[in-house]
């Protein structure tokens, strides 16, 4: 089975723009979750879809928002890019929403915001 | 309420030696704790998972970890370190948002000298 993917890979964006990054789920998977890596920050929970609803949010502006598709299939988009929003962003699928249920990330995309 | 706390941000050791990363957590309900391993520029790996049928857990790439409700823990440990082992290491939780959304620690780089 193919993995989890990710495009694009890397990104350079200016401070004002907006970006939209997509993650295609492992075949069969119908969870799909974000999550954003910084150095000071850490591991942080974005959003967490499933059968193309919203279940579960993090911490995080409104700037940040996601949705997913009737294939499964995810994007999430930032407007109005701030520095701070450099990262590496990482998406993961699994079977289900359900507590315990293991994840499987893609290698993610890196966003850098000049 | 859930949170991870990973003790070292770095961890050295000779080839050959034993291997130990350390992760307390806190959890309001009965936790699924998980490690997981990044290596430059990838995403996360799934080592192993703690879904509470054993307290000891073995993984891939000989590594296993303990969990120790007394203690709040579930330290990671390889018997014998390798060079193919220097990564950044993860201790995750998941289950008190009803989801399978993770709550990760801050990662410890394990670094491995010949």
């Known amino acids: 089975k193919a993995g989890v993917t990710q495009t694009p890979r890397y990104l350079i964006k200016t401070r004002g723009q907006q970006v939209t990054l997509s993650c295609s789920p492992i075949?069969?998977?119908?969870?799909v979750s974000w999550y954003q890596q910084t150095p000071g920050q850490g591991l942080q929970f974005l959003f967490e879809?499933?059968?193309?609803?919203?279940?579960n949010k993090g911490n995080f502006p409104g700037r940040f928002s996601g949705r997913q598709f009737s294939n499964s299939r995810s994007e999430m988009n930032v407007s109005t890019l701030e520095l701070g929003d450099s990262a590496l962003y990482l998406c993961?699928?699994?079977?289900?929403?359900?507590?315990?249920?293991?994840?499987?990330f893609g290698p993610g995309t890196r966003l850098t915001v000049l | 309420a859930q949170s991870v706390t990973q003790l070292g941000s770095h961890v050295s050791v000779s080839e050959g030696a034993l291997v130990l990363l350390r992760c307390n957590y806190s959890s309001s309900v009965p936790p699924y704790l998980f490690w997981y391993v990044q290596y430059p520029n990838q995403g996360l790996q799934l080592l192993l998972k703690y879904t509470s049928a054993a307290t000891l857990v073995k993984g891939i790439n000989g590594f296993e970890a303990e969990f120790k409700k007394s203690e709040t823990s579930f330290h990671l440990t390889k018997p014998s370190a390798h060079m193919s082992d220097a990564a950044e290491y993860f201790c995750?939780?998941?289950?008190?948002?009803?989801?399978?959304?993770?709550?990760f620690g801050k990662g410890t780089m394990l670094l491995v000298s010949p």
């Open positions: 879809y499933f059968s193309e609803t919203q279940r």
């Open positions: 995750a939780v998941s289950g008190s948002s009803g989801y399978s959304t993770l709550t």
């Open positions: 993961a699928s699994s079977t289900s929403t359900i507590r315990g249920n293991e994840q499987f």
């Open positions: 075949s069969g998977h119908r969870s």
